[in-house]
């Protein structure tokens, strides 16, 4: 199930190969992986979903996020794909909590307002009250 975050961001849990052709119908340009291959026994690899976007004709970016967290080079990464996208990304993991966190975090670091990164997460179904702290330091003084 895809969840808009805003106009430029949707996440998702995990697709399949046979989701891209929709995800494209839908009018994304760009697709976010942000989990590692085999996190899951049966899911599809990163390889796969990146063959079948580049034959839709969307851009595909891999910034996968493990158990171990988020770090700045995640951030950044994040917030250069969403930056040279073309149109809408849409960005997933295995349940899309990650995808929408690491948006958070890295809109936060590039200063967008935390009240309004909560917002926009609560509106599309997630709670980012786990990372307030995060976002808040990342935005800095305001």
Not at 84 to 110: D, F, H, I, M, Q
Request: aromatic residues 4%.
């Amino acid at each position: 199930m895809i969840r808009t975050v805003n106009d430029s961001l949707s996440v998702a849990p995990q697709i399949t190969v046979a989701d891209v052709a929709t995800i494209a119908a839908a009018g994304f340009k760009t697709i976010v992986n942000n989990r590692p291959d085999d996190e899951e026994s049966g899911q599809p690899s990163g390889a796969e979903i990146q063959a079948a976007a580049e034959a839709a004709g969307l851009a595909y970016v891999a910034i996968p996020v493990t158990h171990a967290g988020f770090s700045h080079p995640q951030l950044d990464a994040m917030a250069e794909a969403l930056v040279e996208a073309k149109g809408p990304v849409l960005a997933y993991c295995r349940s899309g909590t990650r995808s929408c966190n690491l948006w958070a975090l890295a809109a936060a670091k590039s200063g967008r307002n935390p009240d309004l990164l909560v917002a926009q997460a609560e509106g599309a179904g997630y709670d980012l009250s786990t990372i307030r702290t995060m976002l808040d330091a990342l935005a800095g003084p305001r």
